[in-house]
């Protein structure tokens, strides 16, 4: 069975996740992490894809970014990835490859979803158990999403501003979303959404976007269709 064509399209967001290989190390120390970083910087603006948040684990990592054309997430991660296993190769002098195939992603309802994304991203260090709160976690974007660092690699979609007229009152507001955590009515198809690379959104968003693809947004029924009786 052919393997099922990812969907980018200019506009919307779109939840990224890349694993190591066998599930090893994509970063050994922070000199990696900031690397990783700046790699995603510099593609970024150069194929013109705006990063909401992110997150980098020792064995993959997230993003939450928008695509200012159809091409540019792909282009922005061939060029990351392929940047980044000669960097970490020849630093660590090994071969081969790095990453668990090509990248996952899934586009995502702004309205209903981009928020909460947001969290589950923030929240990743503390479901893996590597803190107790988001904040203690150096390597993502929440530090800067609550006004406690300034990072260049960050641009808040429009949702983010919505939550206060005043950067205190954004940064207090989404401070207590991620603080509040994802209930599992929002966890469970979020993560099988980013995991299986089918869209995520309610029935008329996914019917309208419909309109722009061929591609199928959703799976469709198990089993095989059912023949047409012959009268």
Known sequence: MARLARLTLAGY??????????????????????????LWLEQAQKFQ???????????HFHLLLTPETD??????????????VRYFNG??????????????????????????????IDLNPVRAGRVEQAHEF???????????????????HALFWGLGNTPFAREAAYAALV????????LEPMTR????GWALGSADFLH???????????????????KKSVS
Do not use: F
Not at 49 to 59: E, G, L, P, T
Not at 138 to 156: F, Y
């Open 208 to 226: 309208e976007l419909q309109q722009s693809t061929t591609r199928r947004l959703v799976p469709g029924k198990a089993g095989r269709p059912m």
């Open 91 to 120: 630093r660590h002098q090994r071969t081969g490859t790095l990453w668990e195939g090509r990248y996952r992603s899934n586009l995502i309802e702004s309205e209903r979803y981009l928020l909460a994304c947001m969290v589950y």
């Open 179 to 186: 603080q509040t955590g994802l209930s599992r009515a929002d």
């Open 71 to 84: 091409d540019g997430l792909p282009l922005m991660m061939q060029a990351v990835g392929r940047a980044y």
């Open 13 to 38: 967001p779109h939840h990224v996740i890349q694993r190591g290989n066998d599930r090893q190390a994509i970063v050994r120390d922070d000199a990696d992490r900031i690397c990783l970083r700046e």
């Open 49 to 59: 894809v705006v990063i909401h948040a992110y997150v980098i684990m020792d064995n």
């Open 193 to 196: 959404s980013a995991l299986s």
């Open 138 to 156: 150096e390597w993502s974007s929440h530090r800067h999403c609550i006004g406690q660092v300034s990072d260049k690699l960050v641009t808040p």
